[in-house]
């Protein structure tokens, strides 16, 4: 009998727009995060954006920051901490920080035009090729001083924002990458500005080999695409996952994380119901305010769903959550706790799958 191997995966970034604090918004939670998983015997893998990371070493390079600032330094300590600790780090992009503009006060302004990772072709004709090349050798040129074998070669789209995707995976490909883990089955999402639609993936299988699109199967890839779980979750558990937390008061954010947003669209209480008791899927997200039931929900729903494949096989399932939305903690550590009783799982990193070649 397999096991599920449950990869936690944090988005190592500050708010898309440029705002939030460093400290409480990636560095503390960061710390927090591990705590709770060291006490459980799980590790975590970090997706760090490096666009942003290297936007900060650029504006501290000259001068812009008051007061000794220096929030890439900051960065660079703990991704060496993380790996110390037996946790991993791999890539994320966010390309919207490639043209930016310190204000000041931590103030920035970033171009949403790149807000989209394939957009990034608009910089020119090697443009994808070279953010990639150089967030791979950033990560390996800061991990390899105390893990000499550390390699990058696991990626996250920023925003899920990776189609069209041709482009991209054969650079992937070229750079010797293993793994995607951008799509979520099933799910789709378009403000005009996000854009994904991964409605018709895979769904049946809990990864698969990929060539030029990371929604179908292709045996002549040889990246692989392991998902971000999602599920179908019926109208009466989405209604109680939100009265539960309302009533328990879960925070949505780490004490002291603040996002400045230009975005002042208010939904009716009357739409916020109303989408409350419609089935959605959902996916498995450790963050968010997200109450213990529903981790434990999406956890037996992986294991019903691949109980064929955990007959003969360890299956991978892969959580999201990210640092600048971990306020949940009390709700996550009674999840660890939970999921320590349970001997069908085991918490894992991308490592999993260079173990079972």
Partial sequence: MGKLKIILTVDYEVFGNGSGCVDRCVI?????????????????????????????????????????????????????DIVKRGHDVQLHLHPQWLDYKYLGNNNWKLNIKYWRLPNVKLLGENAIYNLFKNGKDCLEGIIKKIKPDYCCNVFRAGALCIQPEE?????????????????????????????????????????????????FLNKKGSLKEVPIFSASVPGIKVLKFKVLKILRKIPFKPIGCKQESNNHKKRSLLHKVFRSVKSQRRKFNFCDATPFEELKY??????????????????????????????????????????????Y????????FNDNT
């Fill in 298 to 343: 999406m956890t037996e729903q992986a294991k019903s769903k691949y109980k064929d494949y955990l007959r003969t096989q360890n299956v991978p399932i892969v959580a999201i959550g990210h640092t600048k939305t971990f306020g949940n903690h009390k709700e996550f550590e009674k999840y660890l706790r939970w999921t320590n009783k349970k001997e």
């Fill in 28 to 80: 503390d939670p960061s710390e927090r995060m591990m705590q709770l998983c060291e006490k459980y015997n799980a590790k975590m893998t970090f997706f760090v954006d490096v666009c942003e990371y290297l936007a900060f070493k650029k504006v501290k390079e000259s001068n812009k920051f008051k007061d000794g600032f220096d929030p890439a330094q900051k960065i660079d300590e703990q991704l060496k």
């Fill in 167 to 215: 482009e991209i995976l054969k650079v992937m490909h070229q750079l010797n990458f293993k793994i995607d883990s951008t799509v979520i089955a099933g799910m789709k999402f378009n403000d005009g500005t996000t854009f994904y639609d991964f409605t018709n993936a895979m769904d049946e299988l809990p990864h698969w080999n990929i060539l030029n699109n990371v929604k």
């Fill in 345 to 352: 799982i085991e918490f894992s990193t991308y490592h999993f």
